[in-house]
Antibody, heavy 118, light 111 residues
Framework: EVQLVESGGGLVQPGGSLRLSCAAS????????MHWVRQAPGKGLEWVANIKPEGSENAYVDSVKGRFTVSRDNAKNSLYLQMNSLRAEDSAMYYC???????????WGQGTMVTVSS | QSVLTQPPSVSGAPGQRVTISCTGSSSNIGAGFDVHWYQQLPGTAPKLLIYANSNRPSGVPDRFSGSKSGTSASLAITGLHGEDEADYYCQSLDSSLNVYVFGTGTMVTVL
């Protein structure tokens, strides 16, 4: 079965850190660009970051640059998002997604919720 | 603040046709970058509806169609069904921001 399963979300204090994971199965993960997309409660979608299949190239939205790091382990079919210096405005559902071409994401996980609050 | 603007809501009766616009600029849609459309049902992850402006992934009904012209794109739903009630988002690449951007989102209501 083709699927993505995120984990690692939770409640964290401002300034804290979390590491999200995304386990892929049923498709060629090592040949796929991957994205992280987030959605704050009641708000729209926001693209966060992406990473090349080899892991050698990535990009971030300005609001997370220097705080978030996207990485992958193709041997484990896994994608990660290390989030440091978390802020209240980072509170959102975080989705990982597979890029089928030119940014179109055709496979999505169910999401993992991150809440940043004291 | 998204650089792709959509109407907050559109509505129609079952069987009717509705369209959702996605207005961008010369640094995204107008630059020739592909536009993709997603449907998000309440409490679920987004689903790819249209990719590369006008292409439907396997399994998406042909009631959904996409088009692009100049700095804008549109999603049309013909023969509206009750299960089409959802939020819809456009997406493209922005060369000045150097990131992918989503539209502001449109809620479709079936009357």
């Amino acid at each position: 079965e083709v699927q993505l399963v995120e984990s690692g979300g939770g409640l964290v204090q401002p300034g804290g850190s979390l590491r999200l994971s995304c386990a892929a199965s049923g498709f060629s993960f090592s040949n796929s660009w991957m994205h992280w997309v987030r959605q704050a409660p009641g708000k729209g979608l926001e693209w966060v970051a992406n990473i090349k299949p080899e892991g050698s190239e990535n990009a971030y939205v300005d609001s997370v640059k220097g705080r978030f790091t996207v990485s992958r382990d193709n041997a484990k079919n896994s994608l990660y998002l290390q989030m440091n210096s978390l802020r209240a405005e980072d509170s959102a559902m975080y989705y990982c997604a597979r890029d089928r071409a030119s940014g179109a994401s055709d496979i999505w996980g169910q999401g993992t919720m991150v809440t940043v609050s004291s | 603040q998204s650089v792709l603007t959509q109407p907050p809501s559109v509505s129609g009766a079952p069987g009717q046709r509705v369209t959702i616009s996605c207005t961008g600029s010369s640094s995204n849609i107008g630059a020739g970058f592909d536009v993709h459309w997603y449907q998000q049902l309440p409490g679920t992850a987004p689903k790819l509806l249209i990719y590369a402006n006008s292409n439907r992934p396997s399994g998406v009904p042909d009631r959904f169609s996409g088009s692009k012209s100049g700095t804008s794109a549109s999603l049309a739903i013909t023969g509206l069904h009750g299960e089409d009630e959802a939020d819809y988002y456009c997406q493209s690449l922005d060369s000045s921001l150097n990131v992918y951007v989503f539209g502001t989102g449109t809620m479709v209501t079936v009357l």
